[in-house]
Antibody, heavy 120, light 107 residues
Framework: VQLVESGGGLVQPGGSLRLSCAAS????????MNWVRQAPGKELEWVAN????????YYVDSVKGRFTISRDNAQNSLFLQMTSLRAEDTAVYYC??????????????WGQGTLVTVSS | DIQMTQSPSSLSASVGDRVTITCQAS??????LNWYQQKPGKAPKLLIY???NLETGVPSRFRGGGSGTDFTFTISSLQPEDIATYYC?????????FGPGTKVDIK
């Protein structure tokens, strides 16, 4: 299993960024996928998840209406479109897979993370 | 949202000591509770899932227990490579939530 995030960087407050996660080594289309973030020196925070076929997704309240999770099962890729970015969105963003194809909330594989910095 | 608390926030123990961390949920979560280990600059690693199941490849000195609202995580004999921050996480309902973490050091 390999999860490789990309797309992080420096963005101004109010700006947008799209994160990607390239998945390999497993049948991507059969797993719930998640984004989890960690602000510098802070605890982990679950951000969003998406069902296998993309028909359901859920978000933490602090990003609702600003972030959109999506997936492309043909390309084995997960995305996080982030808009109206705020300083408090500064964090390392991890892509994480649910442990079982029948499960959704236990994350047994993680990417290396991509850093998003929101600053003027 | 389900709030998760952990104690202690940090601890220092000697090699070979037994270390116990507690995690409490603000409402019952049955056994939908995981424990992760995170070392500096690294992604978290799943150690215990469903409150008490040891993830494949994880040493047997790590143990989890509890159900409902109160959970424990134990390292039976602390090793130098166990220096890390440990997080509990509930997945009874979204938003999934993590505890604030417990930083474990060697004395």
């Amino acid at each position: 299993v390999q999860l490789v995030e990309s797309g992080g960087g420096l963005v101004q407050p109010g700006g947008s960024l799209r994160l990607s996660c390239a998945a390999s080594g497993f049948t991507f289309r059969t797993y719930w996928m998640n984004w989890v973030r960690q602000a510098p020196g802070k605890e982990l925070e679950w951000v969003a998840n998406i069902k296998q076929d993309g028909s359901e997704s859920y978000y933490v309240d602090s990003v609702k209406g600003r972030f959109t999770i999506s997936r492309d099962n043909a390309q084995n890729s997960l995305f996080l479109q982030m808009t109206s970015l705020r300083a408090e969105d500064t964090a390392v963003y991890y892509c994480a897979r649910a442990k079982y194809s029948s499960g959704w909330g236990d994350f047994d594989d993680w990417g290396q993370g991509t850093l998003v910095t929101v600053s003027s | 949202d389900i709030q998760m608390t952990q104690s202690p926030s940090s601890l220092s123990a000697s090699v070979g000591d037994r270390v116990t961390i507690t995690c409490q949920a603000s409402q019952g979560i049955t056994n939908y509770l995981n424990w992760y280990q995170q070392k500096p600059g690294k992604a978290p690693k799943l150690l215990i899932y469903d409150a008490s199941n040891l993830e494949t490849g994880v040493p047997s000195r790590f143990r989890g227990g509890g159900s409902g609202t109160d959970f424990t995580f134990t390292i039976s004999s602390l090793q130098p490579e166990d220096i890390a921050t440990y997080y509990c996480q509930q997945y009874d309902d979204v938003p999934f939530t993590f505890g604030p973490g417990t930083k474990v050091d060697i004395k």
